[in-house]
């Protein structure tokens, strides 16, 4: 049996954004297993819970043994991509391949740390998620995007308006404590795809080419015409990188 891919959202999106992508990979035969994170609908399951993607990528292996799967394929986009580098540093042997889109393996520098815990600390005053709203939306996606595609932010708007603020600041938190993978990455031992959009400036081109590089056996897309959101921008080119991929590992296996 092929394992399944579980693909985890950017934030500050739930599950919501791999819409497009979902059905597309499911067409090639994909199984495709799209979770929101803890928090995501109830904040009530952060109570008490020290902000980590660590608790995060726990939880994507109770997934899988949930699922009676012993290994899958999992990747994510932006912070999903963070979780999937702590799950490859907590529990390798759950990984068949990985998959890293628009994301990075090193840590926040000071001033982006203490940006995200600004945020999170207003995301807690307000009660709502304006502030991602005003400030954190506008820079996701590419300029063609933007020029050719301004409705796509009232879309990303509606998704965001969907999380809890106080779940919205645990996650900001847990990424602002998140340590450095490039290690992990070089000690993976699965075969990763990096996927990066052209005009990405979150998580730059160069950027994911480290990643590529640091993998043993890693290789690097670039989508052009888009930003940090390469599953919502450019949802056909996303996904058949990922179905290349997946169908790869399935064949390698055989």
């Given at each position: 049996?092929?394992?399944?891919?579980?693909?985890?959202?950017?934030?500050?999106?739930?599950?919501?954004?791999?819409?497009?992508?979902?059905?597309?990979?499911?067409?090639?035969?994909?199984?495709?297993?799209?979770?929101?994170?803890?928090?995501?609908?109830?904040?009530?399951?952060l109570?008490?819970?020290?902000?980590?993607?660590?608790?995060?990528?726990?939880?994507?292996?109770?997934?899988?043994?949930?699922?009676?799967?012993?290994?899958?394929?999992v990747?994510?986009?932006?912070?999903?991509?963070y979780?999937?580098?702590?799950?490859?540093?907590?529990?390798p042997?759950?990984?068949?391949?990985?998959?890293?889109?628009?994301?990075r393996?090193?840590?926040?520098?000071?001033?982006?740390?203490?940006?995200r815990?600004?945020?999170?600390?207003?995301?807690?005053?307000?009660?709502?998620?304006?502030?991602?709203?005003?400030?954190?939306?506008?820079?996701?996606?590419?300029?063609?995007?933007?020029?050719e595609?301004?409705?796509?932010?009232?879309?990303?708007?509606?998704?965001?308006a969907?999380?809890?603020?106080?779940?919205?600041?645990?996650?900001?938190?847990?990424?602002?404590v998140?340590?450095?993978?490039?290690?992990t990455l070089?000690?993976?031992?699965?075969?990763?795809?990096?996927?990066?959009?052209?005009?990405?400036?979150?998580?730059?081109?160069?950027?994911?080419?480290?990643?590529?590089?640091?993998?043993?056996?890693?290789?690097?897309?670039?989508?052009?015409?888009?930003?940090?959101?390469?599953?919502?921008?450019?949802?056909?080119?996303?996904?058949?990188?990922?179905?290349?991929?997946?169908?790869?590992?399935?064949?390698?296996?055989?």
């Amino acid at each position: 049996m092929s394992p399944p891919l579980v693909l985890l959202p950017a934030f500050p999106f739930t599950a919501r954004m791999w819409d497009r992508v979902r059905p597309l990979l499911a067409a090639t035969g994909v199984d495709v297993v799209t979770p929101d994170y803890r928090g995501a609908h109830d904040p009530a399951q952060l109570d008490g819970v020290e902000p980590s993607l660590d608790v995060l990528a726990d939880d994507v292996v109770t997934l899988l043994d949930d699922r009676g799967v012993g290994q899958a394929i999992v990747g994510g986009v932006s912070m999903g991509g963070y979780v999937t580098m702590a799950l490859a540093r907590r529990h390798p042997e759950r990984l068949a391949g990985v998959i890293l889109a628009d994301t990075r393996a090193t840590a926040d520098d000071e001033t982006t740390r203490a940006n995200r815990l600004a945020i999170a600390a207003q995301l807690e005053a307000d009660g709502r998620v304006d502030v991602l709203v005003e400030k954190t939306l506008p820079g996701l996606p590419g300029a063609t995007t933007k020029a050719e595609r301004p409705e796509l932010l009232a879309e990303l708007q509606a998704i965001t308006a969907s999380v809890p603020a106080v779940t919205a600041a645990w996650w900001q938190r847990a990424m602002a404590v998140r340590p450095d993978s490039t290690e992990t990455l070089r000690r993976l031992r699965v075969p990763a795809l990096v996927i990066v959009g052209a005009e990405d400036v979150v998580s730059p081109p160069d950027a994911a080419a480290a990643m590529a590089m640091a993998v043993p056996d890693g290789r690097l897309v670039t989508i052009p015409a888009a930003g940090h959101l390469t599953p919502i921008e450019a949802p056909e080119l996303f996904a058949g990188a990922v179905a290349g991929f997946v169908t790869e590992l399935v064949s390698a296996a055989r």
